[in-house]
């Protein structure tokens, strides 16, 4: 008899400590799954509407909490999905802060967004993807450059297409024979011969000198398209002093 009653004894015992532990263990649990009422607003703010190319602004965003606790933790804030700063915060009960970090503008369109990642079951621990516009600064020396570049590409293109006109002015030359026909008309032993081909070389000369005034106009032309830039430019000097004087 007291045999049975020792074990019905140790039995309860059993029974009372897995109860306590299954307890414990649920209470455990149901602490850490529980949502705490708390969390990032989901807007983002700047410091500037406008914002141009090496501006240093400030990037603000809202943690709110809801509940009776002090709430600590580390907000993330990143553009372009690259983390630019980590900032860690204390939010009182029932209270509302500002979270801020300051970011170097980079000129382009960008998205800006803060993240609470070291805090478990808030009720939202990410801001919206906030869009970032920054202007590019235009100076001097930029315009400068642009129009540089802008001028040597054109150069380039013109000459390119003078040196084909060029080329193609000089394969227009016709040959020269005025040497042929003097030696034709030298080698000649009968006088009407004679007459007949001084005749003809007088004509042929005549021809051969239209034949080196038209080449020589034509180099001429290729040489003036060859250097294009000065012959632009004395063209509009030409024009200046014929307005100005």
């Not at 980590?86 to 503008?105: C, W």
């Not at 000198?209 to 290729?222: G, H, P, R």
Request: glycine content about 4%; overall charge neutral; aromatic content about 12%.
């Amino acid at each position: 008899m007291q045999y049975k009653i020792k074990i019905n004894f140790l039995v309860i015992s059993v029974l009372f400590l897995c109860l306590g532990f299954y307890t414990n263990t649920f209470a455990q649990s149901a602490s850490t799954t529980s949502v705490i009422n708390a969390e990032v607003l989901y807007n983002v703010w700047y410091s500037t509407t406008t914002v141009n190319e090496g501006d240093e602004i400030n990037i603000y965003a809202g943690f709110q909490n809801h509940s009776d606790e002090n709430v600590s933790g580390t907000a993330g804030f990143f553009v372009d999905s690259a983390q630019i700063s980590k900032v860690s915060f204390t939010a009182n009960p029932k209270s509302l802060i500002k979270l801020e970090a300051k970011y170097t503008a980079v000129r382009g369109e960008h998205t800006v967004q803060v993240k609470i990642s070291d805090i478990k079951n808030l009720l939202a621990s990410e801001t919206e993807k906030k869009s970032l516009s920054v202007k590019y600064q235009i100076t001097s020396a930029d315009v400068l450059n642009s129009a540089k570049k802008v001028t040597n590409s054109v150069i380039n293109i013109i000459d390119t297409y003078t040196a084909k006109v060029a080329d193609y002015m000089e394969n227009l030359k016709q040959p020269d024979e005025n040497s042929d026909i003097i030696s034709s008309s030298s080698s000649s032993t009968n006088i009407e011969t004679q007459s007949t081909n001084t005749q003809s070389g007088g004509q042929m000369t005549t021809t051969n000198w239209k034949t080196y005034s038209y080449n020589l106009l034509l180099d001429i032309v290729a040489f003036l398209l060859r250097h294009w830039v000065w012959t632009f430019s004395s063209i509009i000097i030409f024009i200046l002093y014929l307005t100005l004087r």
